[in-house]
């Protein structure tokens, strides 16, 4: 149902199947479940130390659970019908700075791996998700109808197309690596095929290609992964004057209160830039 109905990603889908498994662990008879076991269920994910975040997501997964139970007469009663999501602290995403940016995409003036440039110059270019990513195919690649420009055509969350303008040096990034494939990978379907069991690099590969590229341009590995430089994306457009139901758009959000985080981050990298600036340390945002 939540992947039919609901378009759902294979990921969110694996996530939810974990929450409910885990549930069943605790309590084996699931269809005589009351809202007394879900609330002490929650407890004991709280007891445990489960971040806020993740006892959100366990919740969610019991709700969309309980109330297909419903829906198929499973059980006449859905006991989770009244449990209540409390809001998590949301703590602002990580961000790499314009210039930690450069570092990061001018590594490869030097060097040769064509295909991490190419795939670094599209990830922070046009703010996709790594899933998205490591998913295009040689036929993403399009001419967007208003300018006639190279541009990504993008499957997203729930099935969902969007279509991104690439920049002039992502598009000769794409160029140099499409014209380096060899016979065998440039016969794939993928953009970036390798010789795993997808066909196409994994996500966990790539990023471990660009843990090894921090550390080679000598920035922290900790601080770098796919979904940091699209934070880094899209908090670069809001502060060169993009507005947010742009950068919604292009970052494939459902709902712009996802996009709203990085006003947030914005401020915060504004009131770092004046309590560093001596003449106008008193003034605050």
Not at 58 to 75: G, N, T, W, Y
Not at 131 to 149: C, F, G, I, M, Y
Not at 200 to 206: A, D, E, K, L, V
Request: proline letters at 4%.
């Amino acid at each position: 149902m939540l992947f039919a109905d609901r378009s759902l990603s294979l990921q969110t889908l694996a996530a939810y199947k974990t929450d409910v498994l885990a549930f069943h662990k605790f309590k084996p008879d699931v269809l005589s479940t009351t809202k007394v076991d879900i609330e002490e269920y929650i407890s004991t994910l709280r007891s445990t130390g489960r971040k806020p975040s993740s006892i959100m997501r366990c919740i969610a997964s019991l709700r969309q659970f309980f109330l297909f139970l419903h829906e198929e007469k499973e059980i006449t009663l859905n006991p989770a019908i009244n449990i209540k999501m409390k809001a998590a602290c949301k703590a602002l995403p990580k961000v790499l700075s314009e210039s930690e940016i450069v570092m990061l995409l001018g590594y490869f003036n030097e060097k040769s791996n064509v295909r991490l440039n190419a795939m670094l110059h599209i990830l922070y270019g046009a703010g996709l998700r790594v899933s998205e990513l490591v998913h295009l195919t040689k036929d993403s690649l399009v001419r967007a109808p208003q300018n006639n420009r190279t541009a990504l055509l993008v499957r997203g969350k729930g099935d969902k197309e969007r279509i991104i303008p690439l920049n002039d040096l992502a598009v000769d990034a794409v160029e140099m690596y499409i014209r380096s494939l060899d016979q065998k990978l440039g016969s794939s379907k993928y953009l970036f095929p390798s010789s795993s069991k997808s066909g196409h690099i994994t996500r966990q590969g790539f990023a471990k290609l660009l843990k090894k590229l921090a550390v080679d341009v000598g920035l922290p590995e900790s601080k770098v992964s796919p979904h940091v430089i699209r934070h880094a994306f899209a908090t670069h457009l809001l502060l060169h004057g993009a507005d947010l139901l742009s950068i919604q758009k292009l970052l494939g959000h459902k709902d712009i209160s996802t996009t709203q985080i990085y006003t947030h981050v914005s401020n915060e990298k504004i009131r770092q830039l004046v309590d560093s600036n001596p003449n106008i340390s008193k003034l605050r945002i």
